[in-house]
């Protein structure tokens, strides 16, 4: 076998786990305690009735709230959007939402009214903690650090000086908060605690069951201990309660590629480019589905799509990835070998010669740009055969 270094996972793009990563989360699992601890007990009623003649705020919020106790999460975030038209004034009802939104995982959304909320008073310690908040899931560490450092500066009675050890610290002094739960879990994966992120993930979703991203979360701490059936149910779960986002059907690929059924992992790929056309990494993971089940021709598509960008059959136009180290480097390896077994060499050496010009440093990649040459040789000199072909999976 010509590859090198894959094994073909298929799972959400990873957050950088570097040391800033890790301050940025601790701190903002700090921040958790301080709002539960200080913010929460001193924040008024979120919403007053208004002697208007429309519907008043509280009318949608009450709304808003039966619907996300039925985990009707989507709607829920509906009613909160229509109590912030009836009264756009209320910073409260914008750090509600944003809260609601990066729990289920709309990080951008989160950012949005986050930054409303402060707009209508910039001293609000909860706002600037949820933008923080959803800064650091966006990656912006940096941005993250300065917003929740603003939060906790906000007030001299704050979690600060729990920061070094902020998880454990969150578990006793507010050891029933979900988000104490969550953000413990998230710090137990990052450092392979499994089995305790698994208990971790599981109570907060004993506290709330309608937060799609517990469920992913809960699954992806399931598979790495092998239980890979209930890691399905999870991911399943998360699929029912947020089925706009792309990554449960994104990690149910991924499963059924690491038990070596293809068919189903392919399957699963295509439903997550339906759900988000837009998104090339979904296209670069289905074009891993098909490599992975030596279907080379039906990789090369999606593969340009990924790389380059382009239209699609359903006049979507995607906007292609620039290489990276990690995942897009990936794609442009696996595509290069996929196009030189199908004897596509034009494709395959010219992205044999980008990698060796531009990923210098990639052993993995280097190695396959290699490879591609040798088959492309062979196909000149007759001693290699056409690949296989497989029947697409139903």
Known sequence: MYLRGSKFNMTRRRRNSSPLFILTLLIMIAVVVYINL??????????????????????FIKNAEDLI????????????????????????????LAQLQVFNGDFQSAIDNAQNAMLINASNSMANAIYGWALGYKGDYLGAL?????????????????ATDASREAQRLAPNALETHRARGLVLNITQNYEEAVNEFKAAIAINPNIADLHLSLGTNLKALNQYAQAVEEFNRANALNPADPLPNTYIAGTYLTLGDFPKAIQYAQQAVKVSPLDPYMY????????????????????????????????????????DNSTVVEYYYLFGLAAARVNACSDALKISQYLQENAADNEIAVYNAK??????????TGTSTPTREITPAK
Request: hydrophobic share 35%.
């Open 38 to 59: 200080v913010v929460v007990p001193a924040t008024p009623p979120l919403f007053i009735p208004t002697n208007t003649p429309t519907t008043s705020p509280a009318t």
């Open 146 to 162: 300065g917003a929740i450092k603003k939060a906790i500066d906000l007030d001299p009675n704050n979690g600060i000086a729990y």
């Open 69 to 96: 106790a039925q985990g009707k999460i989507q709607q829920g975030m509906a009613a909160y959007q229509e109590a912030i038209k009836s009264d756009p004034r209320n910073s409260a009802t914008y750090i509600t």
């Open 371 to 380: 490879e591609m040459v040798n088959i492309c040789q062979q196909w000149i």
């Open 284 to 323: 670069g993971n289905l074009a891993k589905m098909f490599y992975a089940n030596h279907q080379y021709r039906e990789s090369l598509d999606p593969f340009r799509l990924a790389i380059y960008g382009g239209t699609t059959t359903d006049n979507v136009q995607v906007k292609g990835l620039p290489m």
